[in-house]
T-cell receptor
Framework: DVKVTQSSRYLVKRTGEKVFLECVQD?????MFWYRQDPGLGLRLIYFSYDVKMKEKGDIPEGYSVSREKKERFSLILESASTNQTSMYLC????????????????????FGEGSRLTVL | AQSVTQLGSHVSVSEGALVLLRCNYS??????LFWYVQYPNQGLQLLLKYTTGATLVKGINGFEAEFKKSETSFHLTKPSAHMSDAAEYFCAVSNAGGTSYGKLTFGQGTILTVHP
């Protein structure tokens, strides 16, 4: 089974602190994603990466950066945390499609970690 | 561009009743469609997905969804609700290729409450 592990389930930080959220997947997936989840807004994409050292902005990248130095690890960085970044952060990964279970069909199914709930005071 | 609208942020049903969660999408290319479920304090788990072929898709825990292209809909149903179905459900859409492959756009979520 695919396992996506987020390093911290709960974090409390102060305004202005630098915050690192780590995510590791063990299925050799090419694609990795960071989403933010807020009540009534669903999941919004912050950044994604489709290869090592590659990254693309999602829908709400402001105030965030990412790092992907190794294929299995994708880090989300808040350079200077603010109270409006209090949220649930979800990491996900997916294969590029060559090994999807439906033969010959690429699905882009995402596999999620359990989430990191960040509170910024 | 693609988008997803889930009609109803909260749905409440009695145990044993029909569950219907509505999802409409917008996509400029043939979509892949997904339903995910999130139990409290957990990540998202895939319920079912539509890619190509049969438009009625069956998933885990007795859920199913029907892709209706003419209505741009992908509603989720279950004939008989169980208490364990109480969770938040997310509909999502993605395109099938390009550098944005696998990038899902999610709806706002629907919280399902099941009453005894």
């Amino acid at each position: 089974d695919v396992k996506v592990t987020q390093s911290s389930r709960y974090l409390v930080k102060r305004t202005g602190e630098k915050v690192f959220l780590e995510c590791v997947q063990d299925m050799d997936h090419e694609n990795m994603f960071w989403y933010r989840q807020d009540p009534g807004l669903g999941l919004r994409l912050i950044y994604f990466s489709y290869d090592v050292k590659m990254k693309e902005k999602g829908d709400i990248p402001e105030g965030y950066s990412v790092s992907r130095e190794k294929k299995e690890r994708f880090s989300l960085i808040l350079e200077s945390a603010s109270t409006n970044q209090t949220s649930m952060y979800l990491c996900a990964s997916s294969s590029r499609g060559h090994r999807d279970t439906l033969a010959g069909v690429r699905t882009g199914e995402l596999f999620f970690g359990e989430g990191s709930r960040l509170t910024v005071l | 561009a693609q988008s997803v609208t889930q009609l109803g942020s909260h749905v409440s049903v009695s145990e044993g009743a029909l569950v219907l969660l509505r999802c409409n999408y917008s996509s400029s290319v043939p979509p892949y469609l997904f339903w995910y479920v999130q139990y409290p304090n957990q990540g998202l788990q895939l319920l079912l997905k539509y890619t190509t072929g049969a438009t009625l898709v069956k998933g885990i825990n007795g859920f199913e969804a029907e892709f209706k292209k003419s209505e741009t809909s992908f509603h989720l149903t279950k004939p008989s609700a169980h208490m364990s179905d109480a969770a938040e459900y997310f509909c999502a859409v993605s395109n099938a290729g390009g550098t944005s492959y696998g990038k899902l756009t999610f709806g706002q979520g629907t919280i399902l409450t099941v009453h005894p």
